[in-house]
C-alpha cells in the first residue's frame, strides 16, 4: 500500500485561524470571540481542528474547473453530501456518512434533496420503505494543526464606532459598541496522509464505512465503465480520474487559504514549511522532526530527521521533497542546508539503508514535485 505523508508548519505571526463558541473569562464586555486552544499545564497551545482545515481545502478546491464538489443537504438534526464518490470528488477523498432517519416523505417532497443521488429503500420492522445507509472512511486524513509551543492568547478591545447620526433608540447618537476577541502569535504544524490505493476504489462491502456504494451506486458504475473488482468486493475509477484527484488535492494544499477573522488578521495559511514523501506505510514518519526551542519556536532535529530517514529508508518510495519559504526561521534552514550539503549529515547513510534522495525548495515547489511524481508512477496506486 503506498501513500502520500507530510508534515507541515504556518506561521500564524498574529491570528484567530479557528473560533470557539466560550465566552472569554473575564471579559470586559458581553459580545466576544474565543479561540481555540488545548489547556495544560505547561501553558495554551491553540488549534486550528482538522475539520476546519477540511473545509479551507474544500473550498479552494471547488474554485478549480477540474473539480467537482458534492452537494450539501441540511436534514432535522444532520447534515451529509450526496454520499456519490463516482460523481463527485470529495466525496472519493473526504469519505461521507449519509444515513438519513425518519422523514422520508418530507425529504422527497423537498427540491435540494432529490437533487443527491438516491439510496437504495428496504422495508424497515415497521414495513415502511427506509433508505439505506451509505458510508466511506476517508482516504484523506489530517491531523489538528497545534501551536509548536504553548502562548500567552492576547484579548483585543475594539468597538464598532461608525454610528455618527442619531437614532431613534439613540437620539443623540450612540455610544460606540464594544466587542473583544482573542488571537495568538505562534507556528502550527500538523501531518497529512492520503492512502492513494484507496483515491478511486469503492467497496460494497456490507460494513461500516466498507458500504461506499449501495445498488443504486453500483449500477452507476456499470454505466460509467468502471472496471470491477470482483475479488475485492469493489469498482475502480479510471486511471486518469484518480491520478486527477490526487494531484488536486496537493495543488489545493500548496495555495491553501482560509481561517476565522481573515479581514481584520489576514493571515497566510499557505504552509511555509512541507516535509513530503511518498511511502508504503500510513505511519508517518515525520511526526518528530521539528520541535519548539526555549524561545517557542520551531526547531528542526537534524539528528531525529535522519533517524526517520535511516529507519524507513527502505518504506521510501519517492524523493523526499522539503519545502521551505525563504525569510522563515532562515537559520533554521541554513542548519538543514549545511546538512544537505556534500558530506553532511543528509548524504551520508549506512551501507544496509537504501540511498535516500532529499530536496529542498519553495513548498508549492514540494507539491509540484510531488504532483509530477504521481503522474510518472501510477503504479503507487495499484
Known amino acids: 500500500m503506498s501513500f502520500l505523508t507530510g508534515l507541515l508548519l504556518i506561521d500564524a505571526p498574529a491570528s484567530a485561524l479557528?473560533?470557539?463558541?466560550?465566552?472569554?473569562?473575564?471579559?470586559?464586555?458581553?459580545?466576544?470571540?474565543?479561540?481555540?486552544?488545548?489547556?495544560?499545564?505547561?501553558g495554551d497551545y491553540p488549534y486550528v481542528s482538522g475539520q476546519a482545515v477540511r473545509a479551507w481545502l474544500r473550498s479552494g478546491l471547488e474554485d478549480r474547473p477540474d473539480w467537482k464538489s458534492s452537494p450539501v443537504y441540511r436534514d432535522a438534526k444532520v447534515s451529509y453530501t450526496a454520499g456519490d464518490p463516482i460523481n463527485y470528488d470529495d466525496d472519493d477523498l473526504f469519505g461521507y456518512m449519509r444515513a438519513p432517519g425518519e422523514g422520508r416523505e418530507t425529504r422527497l417532497a423537498d427540491p435540494a434533496y432529490l437533487a443527491l443521488t438516491p439510496l437504495d429503500i428496504e422495508k424497515n420492522k415497521q414495513g415502511k420503505d427506509q433508505?439505506?445507509?451509505?458510508?466511506?472512511?476517508?482516504?484523506?486524513r489530517v491531523s489538528t494543526l497545534v501551536s509548536v509551543a504553548p502562548v500567552n492568547i492576547t484579548v483585543d478591545y475594539g468597538t464598532m464606532a461608525r454610528q455618527e447620526a442619531g437614532?431613534?433608540?439613540?437620539?443623540?447618537?450612540?455610544?460606540?459598541?464594544p466587542y473583544e476577541h482573542q488571537f495568538y502569535r505562534t507556528t502550527l504544524q500538523g501531518l497529512i496522509s492520503l492512502d492513494l490505493r484507496r483515491v478511486g476504489r469503492f467497496t460494497y462491502q456490507d460494513k461500516t464505512g466498507r458500504r461506499n456504494l449501495d445498488e443504486v451506486r453500483k449500477k452507476l458504475a456499470e454505466e460509467r465503465g468502471l472496471t470491477h473488482l470482483q475479488g475485492e468486493a469493489a469498482y475502480l475509477l479510471p486511471e486518469k480520474d484518480r491520478v486527477r484527484r490526487v494531484q488536486a488535492l496537493l495543488q489545493a494544499f500548496a495555495r491553501l487559504e482560509g481561517g476565522a477573522k481573515f479581514a481584520v488578521h489576514y493571515t497566510d495559511v499557505s504552509p511555509d514549511i512541507v516535509l513530503l514523501a511518498a511511502t508504503k506505510g500510513g505511519n508517518n514518519i515525520f511526526g518528530h522532526v521539528i520541535k519548539a526551542n526555549v524561545r517557542g519556536l520551531p526547531e528542526l532535529n537534524i539528528e531525529a530527521l535522519y533517524e526517520a530517514l535511516r529507519v524507513n529508508s527502505h518504506d521510501l518510495l519517492s524523493t523526499v521533497y522539503i519545502g521551505w519559504v525563504r525569510g522563515y526561521l532562515d537559520e533554521e534552514r541554513a542548519k538543514?542546508?549545511?546538512?544537505?550539503?556534500?558530506?553532511?549529515k543528509l548524504t551520508e547513510w549506512p551501507e544496509e539503508t537504501r540511498q535516500i534522495n532529499i530536496e529542498l525548495k519553495h513548498p508549492r515547489e514540494a507539491f509540484d514535485a510531488l504532483d509530477h511524481d504521481i503522474s510518472a508512477h501510477v503504479d503507487w496506486l495499484a
Do not use: C, M, W
Not at 433508505?131 to 484523506?140: D, G, K, L
Open 336 to 344: 538543514l542546508e549545511s546538512a544537505l550539503a556534500e558530506g553532511g
Open 18 to 42: 479557528n473560533n470557539s463558541n466560550d465566552p472569554i473569562p473575564n471579559a470586559r464586555t458581553e459580545n466576544t470571540s474565543s479561540v481555540k486552544y488545548i489547556h495544560t499545564r505547561s
Open 131 to 140: 433508505e439505506q445507509a451509505v458510508t466511506r472512511i476517508a482516504p484523506f
Open 167 to 177: 437614532t431613534l433608540a439613540y437620539p443623540s447618537g450612540p455610544d460606540p459598541v
